[in-house]
């Protein structure tokens, strides 16, 4: 018998010491394993295991896999591990293996609460990492939130009983063990505040609300939800009244209702009859007024408020509850006149707010015990929207529309239309005391939008959280949402909702700090709202200069979530992160990640512009043939799904332009400009740059030059980059070049600028200028400014003495004798690979041997697999090409994989794998290769004057003279005036061009 414990790191008894190692040292084969001991089917389907473990390769290759990894399995655990039927189903034998995962399960199912948890030593499957294996990934999330979920409950369960029993130590630890289990869980901190606040520890209840404060600032740049709030500022109040027992526990519940802190107290209908003084706000305390309406809404008898786990076994007297409670609000907001003081519900920004009216709902096709509803959905509905949005929703009967028939739907409008408002909700109330549905419509009495219907159904005990769900589905729809996204987004809060959909909105018009803002403004009212973590991926993917790196902040949400999306919201977050996430991937690895989403997802416009974007930026990359044209497609594709989706047409447009068709480029442009009617896109002025250049049309480009000191970064970044691919619009370029930074304070700013023109000065051959903007970049970034020397070095023309002083200094940082000791520091493989590349330049292979060693180390504890390797890789050619020539094929194969792989080295770029390539293939005789290899460019041109240099001598030698002028034309165009230490190359080029007939 196996014994195999897979809650903690994996552990395995009962057969030989060597087996079990054999298996635990390879996580593929684990995984298998683990995968057919948790499933809850006895077998498996192989092809399941197949798509799960090695989705990247070919069936055939995919299959011998696994028949090795089962033939593995067996040999290392025994012969009777698995069982099988047929070909294609496999399976753990249950005889003879034990798997901790059941007997936890089973003795939850048996109520055996604190022997199951006591099988719970952490996480499920702690330390497994499988890498090209999304589907396993993805599976091994799921499942270990389900476990954790299931130990958190059981605590909760144990703590619940303790408190019951008057044991508040015994209480307290479980409920702090469930936090331990589930930091994420807000509701969970809820109820463990309450917890400690029945048992008079106000203290600790503020020490788990503030660390739970700073770790969600520190993690998410986020903060605790609205009701988590009023709790620890319910903790920070007066101390509560009475000192007994049950009086406090009724008191805490009155505060923490939606945190479940649920108690068995004395009669409820005598707390709901004699509510104190001090639910009733001051008439003109404007402070209270939201606390006094959230204290009466907070009463734990009450049915229908969120997450209220009332055990009412009397539908009937809760819908009287619901009664008392709806005329207590309509009382308090016509009384505090709450409702018409709020802030617009679908206008920002414009003179004043759109005023919402939500008339009477039709309760003719209800029960007579729903017959509050009538008015009380005037209330709800009121109440969820000024409590979270904020729209100027007037109470029906305050604008005499209550005597009119909803039958007479033209009639309320236009007596609507008189009071001034924009929108109106109406709707119909069906159903009993038991269940209910409710179906409303927002109108835009405007006539500038569609009418929009949605409609809820569920227990009557819950009405308020249907209105809730309706009035998301109302916002949602009125700003644009299809009606399956609506249904899908209606679990949110209404605040969280509008947010996100104005999000949505900047985004599909290239808005993408807006967006950006917006996103996060949505997880700062919600942050288990998954639609919006989802929605932070898109900008930071088509714009990173907003707020960093894609996976530095939006890529954690998301996965933090992933369970929650839909399916083609997940294909879309684990291709943005990549294959080996959290690693980095190849270009190549995130090229095939796309197309395997559009795959999965064709039907999704954002999908088919990430993988035309993945082909536009990949490509030159990896030299995929025809990228052009196949980005072209894919873009064009991604409109014909959604024409109001505007993101594709940036690159449409720069497409244009390339080909000469400018009249396409404008039409384009006046497209996207006229779609973003909210506000210009972020990179709205360098298109507008692109289709003037390519027009020709010097009047648009003065006047746009003479904005170039207002221009966003995005921008002015954008043209210096363009200029230098174009060959065109240098002299603009130049002028941006020559701005003052010192009104770009942000870093993030200030770096992408410092960036562009330091490149721009080494392609303009300004070695001194470009010198210095490196030294500029210190400031913002210590490390990366040193690496910027040696790479403008290497190939760029740069300053050799500089790079040679940067050097010396990454010596003496990394202390390369001593590398073997150094643990893991951010950024030390970028410095050992700059270094070591910048020495074999100059003959110096003293410590390579050492370094190669030690980049290849498993034991390495840096997780970045793919620049260590493709570093140890590339200095291994570097020497072999000095010291072994004849061995140069198979330096060259090296290479070349990591060419095609779309892999750039740490520290030093794509650069001096395209240039080592290149002469290699050219002293083996094959140019055609060398000249294809020559041609890749990446997105920061840093030796783009050396690659049209070299691509106009090849193309020469095999008498393509067309793509040599061109190339030497393009060189000339950006070294039209170097420095003198670069006039002689300027000169052989020249010579070379019109020996060529240029």
């Given at each position: 018998?196996i014994?195999?414990?897979?809650?903690?790191?994996v552990?395995m008894?009962g057969?030989?010491?060597a087996?079990?190692e054999?298996v635990?040292?390879?996580?593929?084969?684990?995984?298998?394993l683990?995968?057919l001991a948790?499933?809850?089917e006895p077998?498996?389907?192989?092809d399941?295991?197949l798509?799960?473990?090695?989705p990247?390769?070919?069936?055939?290759r995919?299959?011998e896999?696994l028949?090795?990894?089962?033939?593995?399995?067996?040999?290392?655990?025994?012969s009777d591990?698995?069982?099988?039927?047929?070909?294609?189903w496999?399976?753990?034998s249950?005889?003879?293996?034990?798997?901790?995962i059941w007997?936890?399960y089973?003795?939850?199912?048996?109520?055996d609460l604190?022997g199951?948890?006591?099988?719970?030593?952490?996480?499920?499957l702690e330390?497994?990492e499988?890498?090209?294996?999304?589907?396993?990934?993805?599976w091994?999330?799921?499942?270990?939130?389900?476990?954790?979920?299931?130990?958190?409950?059981?605590c909760?369960q144990?703590?619940?009983?303790a408190?019951?029993?008057g044991?508040?130590?015994?209480?307290q630890?479980?409920a702090w063990?469930?936090r331990?289990?589930?930091?994420?869980?807000?509701?969970?901190?809820?109820r463990?505040m309450?917890?400690?606040l029945?048992s008079?520890?106000?203290?600790?209840a503020l020490?788990a609300?503030?660390?739970?404060?700073?770790w969600l600032?520190?993690?998410f740049?986020a903060?605790?939800s609205?009701r988590t709030?009023?709790?620890?500022?319910?903790?920070?109040?007066?101390?509560l009244?009475?000192s007994?027992?049950?009086?406090?526990?009724n008191?805490?519940?009155a505060a923490?209702?939606?945190?479940?802190?649920e108690?068995?107290?004395?009669?409820?209908?005598?707390?709901?009859?004699?509510p104190?003084?001090e639910?009733v706000?001051e008439p003109?305390?404007?402070?209270?007024?939201?606390?006094g309406?959230?204290?009466?809404?907070?009463?734990?008898?009450?049915?229908?408020?969120?997450?209220?786990r009332?055990n009412s076994?009397?539908?009937?007297?809760?819908?009287?509850?619901?009664?008392?409670?709806?005329g207590?609000l309509?009382?308090?907001?016509s009384y505090?006149?709450?409702?018409?003081?709020?802030?617009g519900?679908?206008?920002?920004?414009?003179?004043g707010?759109?005023?919402l009216?939500?008339?009477p709902?039709?309760?003719?096709?209800?029960d007579?015990?729903?017959?509050?509803l009538r008015?009380?959905?005037?209330?709800?509905?009121?109440?969820v929207?000024?409590?979270?949005?904020?729209p100027?929703?007037?109470a029906?009967?305050?604008?005499r529309?209550?005597?009119f028939?909803?039958?007479?739907?033209?009639?309320?409008?236009s007596?609507?239309?008189?009071?001034?408002?924009?929108?109106?909700?109406?709707?119909e109330?069906?159903?009993?005391d038991r269940d209910?549905r409710?179906?409303g419509?927002?109108r835009d009495?405007?006539?500038?939008?569609p009418p929009r219907?949605?409609?809820?159904?569920?227990?009557?005990?819950?009405?308020y959280g249907?209105?809730?769900q309706l009035?998301?589905?109302?916002?949602?729809?009125s700003l644009?949402a299809r009606k399956?996204?609506a249904?899908?987004?209606g679990?949110?809060t209404?605040?969280a909702?509008?947010a996100?959909l104005l999000?949505r909105q900047?985004?599909?018009?290239?808005?993408y700090e807006e967006?950006?803002?917006?996103?996060?403004a949505?997880l700062r009212?919600?942050?288990?709202?998954?639609?919006?973590a989802?929605?932070?991926?898109e900008p930071?993917?088509?714009?990173p200069?907003?707020?960093g790196?894609v996976?530095?902040l939006?890529?954690?949400?998301?996965f933090?979530?992933?369970?929650?999306?839909?399916?083609?919201?997940?294909e879309?977050?684990?291709?943005?992160?990549?294959p080996r996430?959290?690693e980095?991937?190849?270009?190549?690895?995130?090229?095939?990640?796309?197309e395997?989403?559009?795959?999965k997802?064709?039907?999704?416009a954002?999908v088919?512009?990430q993988?035309?974007?993945?082909i536009?930026h990949?490509?030159?990359l990896?030299g995929?043939p025809?990228?052009r044209?196949?980005?072209?497609?894919?873009f064009?594709?991604?409109?014909?799904l959604?024409?109001?989706y505007?993101?594709?047409?940036?690159h449409?447009?720069?497409?244009?332009t390339?080909?000469?068709?400018s009249?396409?480029?404008?039409?384009?442009?006046?497209?996207?400009?006229a779609?973003?009617q909210?506000?210009e896109?972020v990179?709205?002025?360098?298109l507008?740059?692109?289709?003037?250049?390519?027009?020709?049309?010097?009047?648009?480009?003065?006047?746009?030059?003479?904005?170039?000191?207002?221009?966003?970064?995005?921008?002015?970044?954008?043209?210096?980059?363009?200029?230098a691919?174009?060959g065109?619009?240098l002299?603009?370029a130049?002028r941006?070049?020559a701005?003052?930074?010192?009104?770009?304070?942000?870093?993030a700013?200030?770096w992408n600028?410092?960036?562009?023109?330091?490149?721009?000065?080494?392609n303009r051959g300004?070695?001194?200028e470009?010198?210095l903007?490196a030294?500029?970049?210190?400031?913002?970034?210590p490390?990366?400014?040193?690496?910027t020397?040696?790479r403008?070095?290497l190939?760029a023309g740069g300053?050799?003495?500089?790079?040679?002083e940067?050097?010396?200094?990454?010596?003496a940082?990394v202390?390369?004798?001593?590398?073997?000791?150094?643990?893991e520091?951010?950024?030390l493989i970028?410095?050992?690979?700059?270094?070591?590349?910048?020495?074999?330049y100059?003959?110096d292979?003293?410590t390579?041997r050492?370094?190669?060693q030690?980049?290849?180390d498993p034991?390495y504890?840096a997780?970045?697999q793919?620049?260590?390797q493709s570093?140890a890789t590339?200095l291994d050619?570097?020497?072999?090409r000095r010291?072994?020539?004849h061995?140069?094929p198979?330096?060259?194969?090296?290479v070349?994989?990591l060419a095609?792989e779309?892999v750039?080295?740490?520290g030093v770029?794509?650069e001096?794998i395209?240039l080592?390539?290149?002469?290699a293939?050219?002293?083996?005789?094959?140019?055609?290769?060398?000249?294809?290899v020559?041609?890749?460019r990446?997105?920061n041109p840093?030796?783009?004057p050396t690659?049209?240099?070299?691509e106009?001598?090849?193309?020469?030698?095999?008498g393509?003279?067309v793509?040599a002028?061109?190339a030497y034309?393009?060189?000339l165009?950006?070294r039209e005036?170097?420095e003198?230490?670069l006039?002689?190359e300027?000169?052989?080029?020249?010579?070379?061009?019109?020996?060529?007939?240029?």
């Amino acid at each position: 018998m196996i014994e195999l414990k897979v809650m903690g790191s994996v552990r395995m008894t009962g057969s030989s010491d060597a087996g079990i190692e054999a298996v635990l040292v390879q996580p593929k084969r684990l995984a298998l394993l683990s995968y057919l001991a948790l499933s809850p089917e006895p077998l498996v389907p192989r092809d399941r295991l197949l798509a799960l473990l090695w989705p990247e390769s070919d069936e055939r290759r995919a299959r011998e896999a696994l028949r090795q990894a089962l033939r593995f399995l067996r040999r290392s655990l025994g012969s009777d591990l698995l069982v099988t039927q047929g070909r294609n189903w496999v399976g753990v034998s249950r005889a003879h293996v034990d798997c901790d995962i059941w007997r936890f399960y089973a003795l939850l199912e048996a109520g055996d609460l604190s022997g199951a948890l006591s099988l719970y030593n952490g996480e499920l499957l702690e330390g497994l990492e499988v890498r090209a294996a999304p589907g396993f990934e993805q599976w091994l999330s799921v499942s270990r939130q389900e476990v954790a979920r299931r130990a958190a409950d059981a605590c909760w369960q144990l703590a619940e009983l303790a408190r019951d029993e008057g044991d508040a130590v015994a209480a307290q630890g479980h409920a702090w063990r469930a936090r331990e289990i589930l930091p994420a869980d807000e509701e969970g901190l809820r109820r463990l505040m309450g917890l400690l606040l029945w048992s008079g520890d106000r203290a600790g209840a503020l020490r788990a609300y503030e660390s739970f404060e700073t770790w969600l600032a520190k993690e998410f740049e986020a903060v605790p939800s609205v009701r988590t709030r009023e709790l620890a500022d319910r903790a920070r109040g007066p101390a509560l009244a009475g000192s007994d027992a049950a009086n406090a526990a009724n008191a805490v519940d009155a505060a923490v209702d939606e945190a479940s802190a649920e108690r068995s107290g004395p009669d409820a209908t005598a707390a709901m009859a004699e509510p104190d003084a001090e639910r009733v706000p001051e008439p003109n305390d404007r402070r209270e007024t939201g606390v006094g309406v959230r204290r009466l809404t907070g009463w734990r008898i009450l049915p229908g408020w969120p997450n209220c786990r009332c055990n009412s076994s009397a539908p009937r007297t809760a819908v009287a509850a619901m009664v008392l409670v709806v005329g207590l609000l309509a009382l308090g907001f016509s009384y505090l006149g709450l409702l018409p003081s709020q802030r617009g519900l679908l206008a920002e920004g414009t003179d004043g707010p759109d005023l919402l009216l939500v008339a009477p709902f039709n309760v003719s096709q209800a029960d007579i015990s729903l017959s509050f509803l009538r008015h009380g959905m005037v209330d709800l509905l009121g109440a969820v929207f000024t409590g979270e949005v904020g729209p100027a929703a007037v109470a029906a009967r305050r604008s005499r529309l209550s005597r009119f028939a909803i039958g007479g739907g033209s009639d309320v409008a236009s007596r609507a239309r008189r009071t001034g408002a924009r929108w109106i909700i109406h709707g119909e109330v069906m159903g009993n005391d038991r269940d209910v549905r409710l179906s409303g419509t927002i109108r835009d009495l405007h006539g500038l939008n569609p009418p929009r219907t949605a409609a809820v159904s569920g227990s009557a005990d819950d009405v308020y959280g249907l209105a809730r769900q309706l009035a998301c589905r109302l916002l949602a729809m009125s700003l644009g949402a299809r009606k399956d996204e609506a249904e899908r987004l209606g679990a949110t809060t209404p605040a969280a909702l509008h947010a996100y959909l104005l999000g949505r909105q900047a985004l599909n018009q290239t808005r993408y700090e807006e967006a950006d803002r917006r996103f996060h403004a949505a997880l700062r009212h919600d942050p288990a709202f998954a639609a919006a973590a989802f929605g932070l991926v898109e900008p930071h993917l088509s714009a990173p200069w907003v707020r960093g790196h894609v996976s530095e902040l939006a890529l954690p949400l998301a996965f933090r979530l992933l369970d929650q999306l839909g399916p083609a919201e997940r294909e879309f977050v684990l291709a943005a992160a990549g294959p080996r996430h959290p690693e980095r991937s190849s270009h190549l690895e995130y090229y095939h990640a796309w197309e395997r989403a559009v795959a999965k997802a064709p039907d999704r416009a954002p999908v088919w512009y990430q993988w035309g974007d993945a082909i536009f930026h990949t490509g030159p990359l990896i030299g995929l043939p025809s990228h052009r044209e196949r980005s072209a497609a894919a873009f064009e594709h991604a409109l014909a799904l959604d024409p109001d989706y505007l993101v594709p047409l940036t690159h449409l447009i720069e497409l244009a332009t390339e080909s000469g068709d400018s009249e396409r480029a404008a039409a384009l442009l006046d497209r996207l400009l006229a779609g973003s009617q909210d506000g210009e896109p972020v990179n709205a002025d360098y298109l507008r740059w692109r289709v003037a250049l390519a027009a020709n049309d010097e009047p648009a480009l003065e006047e746009l030059r003479a904005r170039f000191p207002e221009m966003t970064v995005g921008s002015l970044g954008a043209i210096v980059r363009s200029a230098a691919f174009l060959g065109q619009g240098l002299d603009d370029a130049d002028r941006i070049a020559a701005l003052d930074l010192s009104r770009w304070n942000a870093p993030a700013e200030r770096w992408n600028l410092l960036v562009r023109f330091q490149i721009h000065a080494l392609n303009r051959g300004r070695r001194s200028e470009a010198r210095l903007l490196a030294e500029a970049m210190r400031d913002v970034a210590p490390t990366a400014y040193l690496h910027t020397h040696i790479r403008s070095a290497l190939g760029a023309g740069g300053d050799p003495a500089a790079a040679r002083e940067a050097a010396t200094q990454l010596e003496a940082r990394v202390g390369l004798l001593d590398v073997t000791e150094q643990t893991e520091r951010r950024g030390l493989i970028s410095d050992v690979c700059a270094l070591e590349v910048w020495k074999l330049y100059h003959d110096d292979t003293s410590t390579v041997r050492q370094t190669i060693q030690w980049l290849r180390d498993p034991g390495y504890p840096a997780p970045d697999q793919v620049h260590r390797q493709s570093c140890a890789t590339f200095l291994d050619a570097m020497l072999t090409r000095r010291q072994r020539p004849h061995l140069l094929p198979r330096a060259i194969a090296q290479v070349q994989v990591l060419a095609d792989e779309g892999v750039h080295l740490p520290g030093v770029g794509f650069e001096p794998i395209w240039l080592f390539l290149t002469m290699a293939l050219e002293e083996t005789g094959n140019i055609e290769a060398a000249l294809e290899v020559i041609r890749r460019r990446s997105s920061n041109p840093f030796t783009l004057p050396t690659q049209l240099r070299i691509e106009g001598r090849l193309a020469a030698m095999i008498g393509d003279t067309v793509a040599a002028r061109h190339a030497y034309a393009h060189y000339l165009a950006l070294r039209e005036n170097p420095e003198p230490a670069l006039m002689g190359e300027l000169l052989e080029v020249r010579h070379a061009y019109e020996a060529l007939g240029g």
